[in-house]
């Protein structure tokens, strides 16, 4: 076998193993983890510290604007307000390659104090206009949490609460491509949205899309999967 495609095969072989090793090194209930949040890092990333042990977690289902992008210490001084230096139990579901696990951040309400950790924190986020739903990893999510993160990112749209109200704020996902304005689009439709309620009243896959995520008709998602028709 060539040597450079051996040394590719065992560069991803390595770094499988790496990954399994830092899921496994996870408390013994790798499903939670239970800590205090020490640093509220962006509106979507915090440090909890369990055991004299820090880890990296990043609100799964959500994607709150960058630190440089309007809003974004809004986001930050939100999740703060939710979580700061307060004990969280986080259901994890994952870790990404920069090694951060990927999860539902439980904390106790502030207004409840008799309660336990029954507020989401992810959720809360969405609901305050402070970050997107993430849809492109919807499917990391149950269908009820699909459900309840897109009806808070449309609710917060139509109260025009947080980022939204601005015309049309540009996604944290673009923004980190370098995108510093909304990018164009080729429908006119994309301005204003319409009447149209149903998948084959739709022309285009763009418009389809425009309709289910800024016009918030969900029934172009009959199952539910965040992805329209």
């Known amino acids: 076998m060539n040597t450079s495609i051996l040394c590719s095969h065992f560069g991803r072989a390595l770094a499988a193993l790496l990954l399994l090793a830092s899921l496994l090194s996870l408390p013994a209930s790798a499903l939670e983890l239970v800590g205090e949040v020490v640093k509220v890092v962006d509106g979507d990333t915090i440090h909890v510290l369990r055991d004299n042990r820090l880890y990296k977690i990043r609100l799964g289902g959500i994607d709150a604007p960058e630190s440089n992008q309007p809003y974004g210490n809004a986001a930050k001084q939100y999740l703060a307000s939710l979580v700061s230096r307060k004990e969280v139990r986080i259901e994890t579901l994952k870790k990404d390659r920069y090694d951060r696990i990927i999860g539902k951040v439980w904390v106790q309400p502030a207004d409840c104090t008799r309660c336990s950790t029954t507020l989401d924190a992810n959720h809360a986020v969405v609901l305050a206009g402070l970050a997107w739903w993430y849809q492109y990893y919807a499917e990391d999510q149950s269908p009820s949490d699909r459900g309840r993160y897109a009806s808070a990112?449309?609710?917060?749209?139509?109260?025009?609460?947080?980022?939204?109200?601005?015309?049309?704020?540009?996604?944290?996902?673009?923004?980190?491509?370098?995108?510093?304005?909304?990018?164009?689009?080729?429908?006119?439709?994309?301005?204003?949205?319409?009447?149209?309620?149903?998948?084959?009243?739709?022309?285009?896959?763009?418009?389809?899309?425009?309709?289910?995520?800024?016009?918030g008709v969900t029934t172009l998602d009959g199952d539910g999967d965040g992805k329209p028709c």
């Not at 049309?168 to 304005?181: F, I, K, L, S």
């Not at 204003?192 to 896959?205: D, F, I, L, P, V």
Request: hydrophobic content about 25%; proline content about 10%; aromatic content about 10%.
């Open 153 to 215: 990112e449309k609710e917060a749209r139509l109260r025009q609460l947080g980022l939204w109200q601005e015309p049309n704020p540009v996604p944290p996902w673009d923004w980190r491509r370098g995108a510093r304005t909304p990018l164009p689009t080729s429908h006119s439709a994309d301005t204003e949205c319409g009447e149209k309620r149903y998948c084959k009243q739709m022309t285009t896959c763009e418009e389809a899309r425009f309709y289910l995520n800024t016009c």
